[in-house]
């Protein structure tokens, strides 16, 4: 098997990353309401944590294929870091829970307009907060 070279097809690599995370995105926000519902628990956290690593996988993909702009998808890869370790509070921390949905639907309506529009600002409105180390 040839070994594509991800930077020499990059436009592909961006235009096929930025469509299926946001899909990941939109199914992952629609389990964080279920949630925050109190509908369908414990079916939903199994699926948030799938699309978590959907997520995780495809934005680790374009980092390493140099997608532009590289700070959302470590931004991306930083928030779903952070939401796996929310997993086990999902639905007890109700508000927490309805955040995380919002922050998901910021993230999936920035991947729907193109990141080539985004540059380098912070998408989130709490300005890195979740994002810290």
């Known amino acids: 098997m040839t070994k594509v070279d991800l930077e020499q097809n990059l436009a592909e690599l961006e235009e096929y990353t930025e469509r299926e995370t946001a899909r990941e995105f939109a199914l992952l926000e629609r389990h964080l309401i279920n949630i925050y519902k109190g509908e369908k628990v414990a079916f939903c956290v199994a699926c948030v944590q799938k699309h978590l690593l959907s997520i995780s996988g495809l934005a680790g993909e374009c980092l390493e294929g140099s997608c532009k702009p590289q700070k959302i998808w470590q ?59």
């Open 75 to 133: 931004d991306i890869v930083k928030w779903a870091k952070k939401v796996e370790e929310k997993v086990e509070t999902l639905g007890v921390e109700k508000e927490e829970t309805l955040k995380l949905a919002q922050e998901a639907r910021e993230f999936r309506k920035a991947l729907m307009e193109g990141v080539e529009n985004l540059k380098d600002i912070d998408i989130l409105p709490h300005q890195g907060k979740v994002l810290e180390e």
